[in-house]
């Protein structure tokens, strides 16, 4: 009897219940990717690995917060029993106070909360999933915002946490520039998402892209090879990104 094959390729993507984690899930699961899911809300990230196995992808969806440590252990280990992990996409992040204010009227549990989330979480998954992403020649997406190297008023520790991650990225890439694995960044731009409004209720969102918009980008993405792409930073919605 010969041992089934790994699937082609494998993706775990974190905040995948809602937004342009959800959007993201949905293009690689129609591609054929095989898909490690997760979200804080199980109900939300049932819904979305219930539609995407309907539709014949595989999925598995493990709710959590990516904060601790044991449920990063949790994704890294669901993503070995596959075989294989060919994308860790950092996407989850979380906004510290809502509605969005001055910075120095942040509490103190915000700033540990924000920079746990979004700066020391995709680290230390990185950091456990690389063994997999060497094996594999694979790629570490860290999503990013143009708050990061912009200055907003009121974007707070979010914005200073983005900065950091990509300060983080960058110095990932340079490190291991020979391992085969890269790091990239990516800015997805403004899009209309239920963090967009928990940051800003109220305010109008007619006019502002969906996730969707982001779509060309990853197709270009998943045609590139981490050498390619290594220590870039990508702006999703202003192509075309080969002059990036």
């Not at 917060?65 to 949790?74: N, P, T």
């Not at 950092?90 to 103190?108: C, E, F, K, R, Y």
Request: hydrophobic share 40%; proline share 7%.
């Amino acid at each position: 009897m010969t041992n089934p094959q790994p699937p082609s390729r494998v993706a775990l993507v974190t905040g995948a219940s809602t937004g342009l984690g959800e959007t993201l899930a949905d293009f690689l699961s129609g591609q054929g990717w095989t898909l490690v899911l997760t979200a804080r809300t199980a109900s939300d990230l049932a819904v979305v690995a219930k539609r995407l196995t309907g539709r014949g992808g595989s999925v598995v969806a493990l709710a959590g917060d990516i904060g601790e440590a044991a449920h990063r252990e949790e994704l890294i280990a669901a993503a070995r029993s596959i075989g294989r992990l060919d994308w860790l996409v950092n996407n989850a992040s979380q906004m510290a106070v809502s509605p969005i204010g001055p910075l120095l009227d942040h509490p103190l549990e915000s700033f540990e909360r924000v920079l746990r989330t979004n700066v020391v979480a995709p680290v230390t998954l990185a950091q456990l999933a690389w063994p997999l992403l060497k094996d594999t020649g694979g790629l570490v997406v860290n999503l990013s915002s143009h708050s990061a190297v912009e200055v907003f008023p009121c974007a707070g520790i979010y914005a200073a946490s983005k900065s950091a991650l990509d300060q983080a990225s960058l110095i990932m890439a340079a490190e291991n520039a020979d391992s085969g694995v890269g790091v990239t960044l990516v800015d997805p731009g403004d899009m209309c998402t239920r963090g967009y409004e928990w940051a800003e209720p109220g305010f109008d969102r007619s006019t502002v892209p969906n996730p969707d918009a982001t779509l060309p980008f990853w197709s270009w993405l998943t045609g590139r090879s981490p050498g390619e792409v290594n220590g870039r930073r990508y702006q999703a919605q202003s192509g075309p990104w080969d002059a990036e």
